[in-house]
């Protein structure tokens, strides 16, 4: 069957590489938090090359970082008794972070 090549971008870009190595799929409040923090993380490592780019970098700094030490420490808690594969996921996550 033919996959466009965006589908397969789509797809790629949705799950991180990592989770396909898991028994099961990650519940969907840690697949929205990964995606966020990855996205945080990225921003996080930016080098801020002139005022046009620290202003963007900050802004997405803001978006997708702020809360998320809070937001981590409860999916924590909320899946302290899960498989250890997603206890992993959440603990490979830096704390604190904010």
Same mark, same amino acid.
């Given at each position: 069957?033919?996959?466009?090549?965006? +589908?397969?971008?789509?797809?790629?870009?949705?799950?991180? /590489?990592? /989770?396909?190595?898991?028994?099961?799929?990650?519940?969907?409040?840690?697949?929205?938090?990964?995606?966020? &923090?990855?996205?945080?993380?990225?921003?996080?490592?930016?080098?801020?090359?002139?005022?046009? &780019? #620290?202003?963007?970098?900050?802004?997405?700094?803001?978006? *997708?970082?702020?809360?998320?030490? /809070? #937001?981590?420490?409860?999916?924590?808690?909320? *899946?302290?008794?899960?498989? +250890?594969?997603? &206890?992993?996921?959440?603990?490979?996550?830096? *704390?604190?972070?904010?």
């Amino acid at each position: 069957m033919f996959r466009p090549a965006c +589908a397969c971008i789509l797809l790629v870009g949705s799950v991180p /590489a990592w /989770a396909a190595s898991l028994p099961a799929p990650l519940p969907a409040d840690i697949q929205t938090f990964v995606t966020e &923090r990855e996205n945080c993380d990225h921003f996080r490592g930016e080098e801020p090359y002139d005022a046009e &780019r #620290r202003r963007e970098i900050e802004a997405a700094l803001d978006r *997708y970082c702020r809360g998320t030490d /809070a #937001r981590l420490q409860g999916l924590r808690k909320k *899946y302290r008794e899960a498989p +250890a594969a997603i &206890r992993d996921v959440l603990n490979g996550f830096e *704390y604190p972070i904010e």
